[in-house]
């Protein structure tokens, strides 16, 4: 599963849909059918390769049944991302059970003159397709750079998750807004009089 590794955009993916949950702020991004639509829209990635054709017309039959599957999966692909520095083993738990689940099976391709591994779902199910995808991107990162790489924002007033893909490892923040907040309450904290 290197591969997943080396697709940024399936590991962003995972962190997203994470983030359509953000509980410090009270914010759920993924409540309706449509909202899992522009979801799927904005992250083709997640999408089965026979699916592309459907992409942003409105042809993808989406119900409440996916939603709610999908908003499992959330729940299961934060776990991981929010456990995986504390506890590996618990998150690779979560990680196989996800991917025996959704009944996922390594595929190897061959296009351009360039092979690659993709794991996918042998089930339509939006979901399964999903949780196939990004539960092994995730894998992919623990096994190749270490659980440490998952987090979540360091941040007081965030709880957004994050995977990081940098050289040096040393990522402690989602975002840098949330790293220049920090930054600077740090400095404000040493200018105040005490």
Not at 112 to 129: I, K
Request: charged share 25%; net charge positive; hydrophobic share 35%.
């Amino acid at each position: 599963m290197p591969d997943a590794y080396y697709s940024p955009l399936v590991v962003q993916t995972a962190v997203d849909l994470a983030n359509t949950l953000r509980p410090v702020k009270g914010e759920d991004t993924l409540e309706s059918v449509e909202q899992l639509r522009d979801f799927l829209d904005d992250h083709p990635a997640a999408e089965r390769p026979t699916s592309a054709a459907n992409r942003g017309t409105g042809l993808r039959h989406l119900t409440r049944a996916d939603l709610a599957e999908v908003r499992a999966l959330r729940e299961t692909v934060r776990k991981v991302l929010e456990r995986a520095n504390a506890d590996a083993v618990e998150a690779a738990a979560l990680i196989n059970d996800g991917l025996r689940r959704s009944r996922a099976t390594p595929v190897l391709r061959h296009e351009d003159g360039r092979w690659w591994t993709e794991v996918t779902s042998d089930t339509d199910r939006c979901a399964a397709h999903l949780a196939a995808t990004t539960l092994s991107a995730l894998a992919s990162v623990i096994a190749t750079l270490g659980p440490a790489r998952l987090g979540v924002c360091a941040g007081p007033t965030c709880r957004a998750t994050f995977v990081d893909l940098s050289r040096n490892g040393s990522k402690q923040y989602c975002t840098r807004t949330c790293s220049h907040r920090a930054s600077v309450a740090a400095y404000r904290s040493r200018r105040s009089p005490r």
